[in-house]
């Protein structure tokens, strides 16, 4: 009965500590991991229990198989918590893990298969007391044993290159080793002392479990849940990876994988495969702007790269970051596709800005000519409404007449303009008198009796200027006296 005394208190002492754990970490791998570790551990101590208790042949062999087994798989799940705890990187790739796993696999087979078939591990049961029983061992006894032994050796590697490399874990990993160095002590002790030996089992036992929920409680790491982080990692549109100083990637997240194929324990020689300028990614590591757009036939990263350094400022390896911008780029070539031809839609409309201007140009002289009929006798019919724009030029251009031909009389023909008001009879009346100033008298042709009085409303007298009924009236005239300045109103006989 003693075996019950030692294993009941473990049960409950792994139960409790269990139940904290995976209140607050059930939703995360190492959490997950720790109780598992707490299963295989009660188990174990059960089987040993049984072992120090059997009384017939069958349950002790029985016991000490299932007692190598447990082994196995405590060695296999305290390996894999502390993966996910120091290396959570390699939960990310399957491969690896099963690496780890396969050869505690391999040996728990074996052990099965042998237990089985074989019996080279135990090859018989031997009772060296009326109520003791002991395993004859067989010959494969001695390399199982040290198989047992070099199983702990990864776990012990991971510890010190954890211990090295992450100087923030050396406190609480100093603490476990102290733990297991107590355990290994108390447990060599008492191995003489077989009333003493499941008591020094249930202290080892509760120990241990204790360090390890010591272990994943501290970490504030992993605060946030380990899931949410992977699922919030790989739904990123932009590219993340951790590149170690020998140019490995250390980490990298979907999108940087679709990006530039750059994978856990890949070199960055990888993206050459994608077809992308090695060199240029190696460029960026070393220029201050740490900013480079990688580009191929069919796609266009852009590339930033980050300084890590440690506490005490040493390079520790860079942030590489990713962005698909093969969208954007050709958008970008498209507006200047379409500024390009917008610049030539400007010009060709320049162009045919300044030809209309010419032809508008042309089309008002032609709308207000100047036609010479004889020395200094200048005639410019006026056709169409005169509006403000159009009264202007007809100023301007009567005038500039007058003194280009050196005029001595202008004949201003009205007969092609409908009704005007008085503002154009305004503009009339000072061409008339600019004519004057400049020592030409007009002649006035076709005024109709509405144009005659927009003039008089305006209050003008008749003063250098005459008129005639019709251009023909005032041409007969003018060659009757011999192109003479008129002093009087012309009368047609």
Known sequence: MLWMITVIPSVVLNTIMATIVWIRYRQQRTGQLFLAVVIVQTALAISAALRRGANTPPLLVGATIGGWIFLSLLSLSLLLFFAALYKPEWWRRPQVIGLIALP?????????????????????????????????????????????????????????????????????????????????????????????????????????????????????????????????????????????????????????????????????????????????????????????????????????????????????????????????????????????????????????????????????????????????????PLIGTLDEQRAQDFEDRFLQGVQQQQAHTAVLDLTGVPPIDQMAASVVMRAVTGAKLLGAQTILVGIRPEIAQSIVALGIRQSGFTTALTLQDALNTLLDQRVRPLNGVIRVA
């Open 104 to 380: 505690y696999l391999l040996a728990i087979s074996g052990i099965l298969l042998d237990y089985l078939l074989n019996n080279q591990l135990i090859t018989g049961v031997q009772r060296i007391s009326p109520d003791r029983l002991q395993i004859i061992p067989g010959p494969l006894s001695t390399p199982i044993s040290w198989l047992f032994v070099t199983a702990w050796l990864p776990h012990l590697i991971l510890l010190l290159y954890t211990l090295v490399k992450q100087p923030e874990e050396r406190r609480p990993l100093l603490i476990f080793i102290g733990v297991l160095v107590f355990s290994a002590i108390n447990g060599y002790l008492l191995r003489s002392y077989p009333a003493s030996t499941q008591f020094s089992s249930l202290l080892n036992q509760v120990v241990l479990i204790s360090a390890l929920g010591y272990l994943l409680l501290r970490r504030k790491v992993f605060e946030t849940s380990q899931v949410v982080m992977d699922h919030a990692l790989g739904g990123m549109d932009e590219g993340i990876a951790i590149l170690a100083p020998d140019s490995t990637i250390r980490f990298s997240n979907p999108a940087m994988q679709q990006h530039l194929g750059l994978s856990h324990s890949q070199s960055l020689d990888a993206i050459g495969r994608r077809g992308f300028d090695v060199g240029a990614l190696r460029a960026i590591l070393r220029d201050e702007r740490h900013e480079a757009v990688l580009e191929t036939c069919e796609t266009a990263i852009n590339v930033t790269a980050s300084p890590i350094a440690d506490h005490h400022g040493q390079p520790q390896g860079y942030l590489l970051l990713s962005r698909d911008i093969t969208q954007s780029r050709a958008y970008e070539r498209m507006l200047q596709q379409r500024q390009a031809e917008l610049l030539d839609i400007i010009e060709q409309l320049q162009t045919t800005q300044a030809s209309q201007q010419t032809l508008t140009e042309t089309v008002r002289s032609l709308s207000l000519p100047i036609i010479p009929v004889s020395d200094g006798v200048i005639v410019m």
